[in-house]
Structures are given as structure tokens and as C-alpha cells.
């Protein structure tokens, strides 16, 4: 699977909207980008996933850049409890299971009041 | 709809013993992965089973090693623990089988914190 590039951390203010960005320059043609979530003490948390369109969910969007060599997760309007470490994931989805997921060590995002 | 179980939620071990972890997945999924997760680090993929057999396997050594019953629920066991083998150990969950709906999401338990003093 393609590594990928987060920034340690970041901070947002309560009801604006958090982008977290994601560098994957080394994807290949079938790999799709995946977003999960870990808020403090709780397992992850899947967001959302694309391979090189825009998605949109009730949680979040994802851009995905042209060229698929990064992406942004949007969180619409940040709140206190979104607070969590954010991991960009890259994989290979052979279409049956879930093959295992390399993560990373993630951004830490703080909302802040 | 019960998610994905784990148990214990906390267990403190010494050098050199076992440990037993035990995972229920979510109902309808017949696939189970373990993790580890140091403080401080994102999870470590450990292995996968389906159809009670590994499928999948990280770069974990053969102290690690694991089950799974016909009922999809899951064990993982640990030999000659190591003080380094102190981490959180999630389980997730997902269904092989429903091509249809099945998106590649995993399911994630709450984990099992394992204390090797």
C-alpha cells in the first residue's frame, strides 16, 4: 500500500470547517483513500473513502486532487467532539473483506471553543 | 445491532506469561482483524481470519497467534509476553461476503488494554 503524509497536528475553531490535508504521491491506479477517526479511548472509526471523485457523507467530504497525489478531508462544521486523531489510509480494496490497513500515525485535530 | 465486543477491557499481565483476548463481531460480519496500537502510534495490523483460518498475517512474530470459532467470534493469544507487547489490541470487524454493500469498512471494538509488567 502507498504511504501517506499528515501534518502531526492541527486546530480549529468550534463551527468552522476543519480540512485535513493528506499527501499520497505514490498511489497507484487502484487504490482508494480512506479517512478513519480515533477520539481518545475509543477504537477507529471509519469517515469515508474514494478512489478519485469527489465524496460526500453525512460526516464529511473528500476531495481528491486530479492527479490523486493528495487529498482533504473536510469536516463541515467542526465540534467540540470531533476531536480525535484523523488517519489517511491507502489501500488496495480487492472488493471481498477488508484487507489489513496500514495507519500512520495520524493528525491529531483540536477544536477548539 | 451489538457492535463489535471485546474482552477484558483492561488486564495486567507479567514477563513471560499468556494472554487471551476475545472478540465478538458485529452481527452479519464473518471477518475479523486484530491490531495493536502503541501509546502514542496508529494501530499495527496483526493478522486477519475468515472462514476460521488466517487469511492475512503483519509482521508480528509467532508468539502471536490466533482463532476463530464458527460463530465468527475470535481469539487472539499472546506467548512469552514482553514488556514491549503493552499496548491497546483492537479488533474489527467486516463482512467478506456482501460484495454488494460492502464498502471495505471496518468495524472497531473498544479494545483490550494489555499491561506487561
Known amino acids: 500500500d502507498a504511504k501517506t503524509t499528515q501534518p502531526t497536528s492541527m486546530d480549529c475553531a468550534e463551527g468552522r470547517a476543519a480540512n485535513l490535508p493528506c499527501n499520497h504521491s505514490t498511489i497507484s491506479g487502484n487504490e482508494y483513500v480512506y479517512w478513519y477517526r480515533q477520539i481518545h479511548s475509543q477504537g477507529p472509526q471509519y469517515i469515508i473513502h474514494?478512489?478519485?471523485n469527489n465524496e460526500t457523507n453525512e460526516m464529511a467530504s473528500l476531495i481528491i486532487t486530479e492527479d490523486r497525489k493528495s487529498s482533504t478531508l473536510i469536516l463541515p462544521h467542526a465540534t467540540l467532539r470531533d476531536t480525535a486523531v484523523y488517519y489517511c489510509?491507502?489501500?488496495?480494496?480487492?472488493?471481498?473483506?477488508?484487507?489489513?490497513?496500514?495507519f500512520g500515525k495520524g493528525t491529531h485535530l483540536i477544536i477548539q471553543p | 445491532d451489538a457492535g463489535v465486543t471485546q474482552s477484558p477491557t483492561h488486564l495486567i499481565k507479567t514477563r513471560g506469561q499468556q494472554v487471551t483476548l476475545r472478540c465478538s463481531p458485529k452481527s452479519g460480519h464473518d471477518t475479523v482483524s486484530w491490531y495493536q496500537q502503541a501509546l502514542g502510534q496508529g494501530p499495527q495490523f496483526i493478522f486477519q481470519y475468515y472462514e476460521e483460518e488466517e487469511r492475512q498475517r503483519g509482521n508480528f512474530p509467532d508468539r502471536f497467534s490466533g482463532h476463530q470459532f464458527p460463530n465468527y467470534s475470535s481469539e487472539l493469544n499472546v506467548n512469552a509476553l514482553l514488556l514491549g507487547d503493552s499496548a491497546l489490541y483492537l479488533c474489527a470487524s467486516s463482512s467478506f461476503t456482501s460484495f454488494g454493500s460492502n464498502t471495505g469498512e471496518l468495524f472497531f471494538g473498544e479494545g483490550s488494554r494489555l499491561t506487561v509488567l
Open positions: 474514494g478512489l478519485k
Open positions: 489510509i491507502v489501500r488496495l480494496y480487492s472488493g471481498g473483506g477488508a484487507d489489513g490497513l496500514t
